[in-house]
């Protein structure tokens, strides 16, 4: 059997594959699809247990572009941590978290 070059299956495909997979189709079905051998199908459905992934998504925790956006222009305008982080309404420790991990007050870009 000649060996295929690696391919990475894109966002896309892998929704194509549960598609197929949840309607019934085989993996050697599926498989075909792609011009593929059956492992390579079944290595991405077997890492849940053949059930779909749920869809990522951000946490509601994080913050969000806008506000790191006006982080960035409070520092720019020589405001404090504190008052930047009660204009957001979050807590002052998660502001300066977030400025110290992407490079400290003078440095930092959302």
Same mark, same amino acid.
Request: charged content about 25%; hydrophobic content about 30%.
């Given at each position: ?37 059956h492992?390579?199908?079944? %290595? ?5 247990? !053949?059930?779909? /992934?749920p869809?990522? $998504? @951000?946490? +509601? ?7 790191r ?12 941590? %504190?008052?930047?982080?009660q204009?957001? !309404?979050?807590? /002052?420790?998660?502001? $300066? @978290?977030? +400025? ?11």
């Open positions: 059997m000649k060996q295929r070059p690696r391919i990475y299956y894109t966002a896309t495909q892998r929704e194509l594959m549960w598609d197929r997979w949840q309607k019934g189709d085989n993996l050697h079905q599926i498989a075909q699809l792609f011009d593929r051998h492992p390579s199908i079944q %290595r991405i459905l077997m890492q849940t247990g !053949g059930i779909r /992934p869809s990522r $998504s @951000r946490s +509601v925790l994080a913050l969000t572009l806008a506000e956006e006006e982080i960035s222009r409070g520092l720019a305008t020589g405001q404090s941590l %504190r008052s930047i982080a204009l957001l !309404g979050r807590s /002052p420790s998660t502001v $300066s @978290r977030e +400025v110290k991990r992407n490079g400290g007050i003078k440095d930092y870009r959302s």
